[in-house]
């Protein structure tokens, strides 16, 4: 989490009508753009500034393991752009 990640880029996949999802033949890591809720009370995702790791609300992109986002889709707090 610390050093920029390599990567390859496969594909680009934009949802319709921001009606985000994942379908299970998306596996690997994803750019996306996440809002967290200010009422969120447990902030469980790791956002990069300034080379520190940081758990805030607001609207942030960054890269994650698909599995990872599938759990994030289930709390009600976490709204994928």
Not at 74 to 80: E, V
Request: charged share 25%.
């Amino acid at each position: 989490m610390l050093k920029v990640m390599p990567f390859k880029f496969i594909k680009s996949y934009i949802p319709d009508n921001n009606n985000w999802s994942l379908n299970d033949s998306i596996f690997g890591f994803a750019k996306v753009r996440i809002t967290i809720s200010p009422n969120c009370k447990r902030i469980l995702l790791p956002q990069r500034i300034n080379d520190k790791i940081v758990y805030k609300s607001g609207t942030f992109e960054g890269i994650y393991f698909t599995e990872e986002l599938r759990l994030y889709l289930k709390i009600p707090y976490y709204k994928f752009i």
